[in-house]
């Protein structure tokens, strides 16, 4: 499998790691606009690079590209490469606006290739793990699911506030562990650092089949933290995406001895069980289910298609309206591909 990468930024740099080791592939090239970006990947790769994504597709011809560019940039690159007939992974979120979305997603269709959309999240083992526990019906119906995503501020970012950078995430492991629809969104947002776009979110989600998601998000933490918790009529779950842990709180029957605990905690206590699995780096399973993908195998992994990416902009719009800040226009950065891309997902 031929693959290229656009964007040389931090995600991008990940990708060419990645793609690099993996097996049945070749890197053909690396883009980007930002000459020091390019001279920062030639140091690690023997692969070609190129001074943008048009000279990589016309010279390099690659069958699938990954697209790591600033989020204002997306649909257009996306929209070059499926042009180019080449299959895609583009970095969550799937593009700035729904309209440019759904431009992405009508094109792919009509040119038959693969689009899927680098929500991260869902290949996380831990993740994985998670999501068969409540397949598995482990949990019961699920009741409410809290996201906390916090980490420094980006200076890097500059076209999209944490809804679209980080909040994503968690859009789309609401949607992907309930199966349901978003009804509905109430939200609210602070920019505490003088930019135009938040880098504070605390909101609430209404889902289809009677689920609660609750987000708390932002750029403001001086650690990075990633956790989430899930709570279903039989039980709760709690995931930290860091460490790769899951650990699973069920209902239990044993009586708590001590008296003083018994009147703290109730008169049971709830079985805890650490789930035991590999843990893999997600970039690398991640890519691993795409190229396994695009050469008809099964990848093991269900991967957010453009439909899936949609919705999740659409889900994140819904979120930006009821947080009543204007929407602000994208427009051109100085900066290159690389210049806005963050290692903070």
């Given at each position: 499998?031929?693959?290229?990468?656009?964007?040389?930024?931090?995600?991008?740099?990940?990708?060419?790691?990645?793609?690099?080791?993996?097996?049945?592939?070749?890197?053909?090239?690396?883009?980007?606009?930002?000459?020091?970006?390019?001279?920062?990947?030639?140091?690690?790769?023997?692969?070609?690079?190129?001074?943008?994504?048009?000279?990589?597709?016309?010279?390099?011809?690659?069958?699938?590209?990954?697209?790591?560019?600033?989020?204002?940039?997306?649909?257009?690159?996306?929209?070059?490469?499926?042009?180019?007939?080449?299959?895609?992974?583009?970095?969550?979120?799937?593009?700035?606006?729904?309209?440019?979305g759904k431009a992405v997603v009508t094109a792919a269709r009509r040119k038959g290739v693969e689009l899927c959309v680098?929500?991260?999240?869902?290949?996380?083992?831990?993740?994985?793990?998670?999501?068969?526990?409540?397949?598995?019906?482990?949990?019961?119906?699920?009741?409410?699911?809290?996201?906390?995503?916090?980490?420094?501020?980006?200076?890097?970012?500059?076209?999209?506030?944490?809804?679209?950078?980080?909040?994503?995430?968690?859009?789309?492991?609401?949607?992907?562990?309930?199966?349901?629809?978003?009804?509905?969104?109430?939200?609210?947002?602070?920019?505490?650092?003088?930019?135009?776009?938040?880098?504070?979110?605390?909101?609430?989600?209404?889902?289809?089949?009677?689920?609660?998601?609750?987000?708390?998000?932002?750029?403001?933490?001086?650690?990075k933290v990633r956790e989430l918790a899930v709570l279903g009529d039989a039980g709760l779950a709690r995931v930290n995406?860091?460490?790769?842990?899951?650990?699973?709180?069920?209902?239990?029957?044993?009586?708590?001895?001590?008296?003083?605990?018994r009147i703290l905690e109730g008169s049971t206590e709830a079985r805890m069980v650490r789930l035991q699995f590999r843990?893999?780096?997600?970039?690398?399973?991640?890519?691993?289910?795409?190229?396994?993908?695009?050469?008809?195998?099964?990848?093991?992994?269900?991967?957010?298609?453009?439909?899936?990416?949609?919705?999740?902009?659409?889900?994140?719009?819904?979120?930006?309206?009821?947080?009543?800040?204007?929407?602000?226009?994208?427009?051109?950065?100085?900066?290159?591909?690389?210049?806005?891309?963050?290692?903070?997902?």
């Open positions: 499998m031929r693959v290229g990468i656009i964007g040389a930024g931090s995600m991008g740099r990940n990708h060419i790691r990645v793609c690099s080791r993996l097996p049945g592939v070749q890197l053909v090239g690396v883009a980007d606009v930002d000459p020091r970006a390019l001279v920062e990947a030639g140091r690690y790769i023997q692969a070609p690079l190129f001074p943008d994504a048009s000279q990589l597709l016309r010279i390099a011809r690659p069958d699938a590209v990954c697209v790591a560019v600033p989020t204002f940039r997306h649909a257009a690159v996306a929209l070059e490469a499926i042009a180019a007939g080449c299959h895609l992974l583009i970095e969550k979120p799937l593009a700035s606006t729904v309209a440019e680098g929500h991260i999240e869902r290949c996380n083992p831990a993740v994985l793990m998670l999501k068969e526990a409540v397949s598995n019906g482990q949990l019961g119906s699920l009741l409410q699911i809290h996201a906390r995503r916090w980490s420094p501020f980006p200076e890097r970012i500059t076209d999209v506030g944490v809804v679209h950078d980080l909040a994503t995430h968690d859009i789309d492991i609401m949607l992907f562990l309930t199966e349901s629809r978003l009804l509905h969104a109430s939200a609210e947002m602070h920019s505490c650092h003088g930019s135009p776009h938040e880098d504070l979110l605390s909101a609430v989600l209404r889902f289809e089949n009677g689920a609660i998601g609750t987000l708390d998000i932002n750029w403001l933490s001086p650690c995406y860091l460490t790769q842990e899951v650990d699973l709180f069920l209902a239990s029957d044993v009586e708590v001895g001590w008296e003083v605990l843990r893999r780096e997600p970039l690398e399973v991640e890519l691993e289910a795409f190229v396994s993908k695009l050469d008809g195998g099964s990848p093991g992994v269900r991967l957010a298609t453009g439909e899936d990416g949609l919705v999740v902009l659409e889900a994140a719009e819904q979120i930006l309206r009821a947080g009543g800040r204007p929407k602000v226009e994208q427009g051109e950065s100085e900066t290159g591909e690389a210049g806005n891309r963050s290692d903070a997902s």
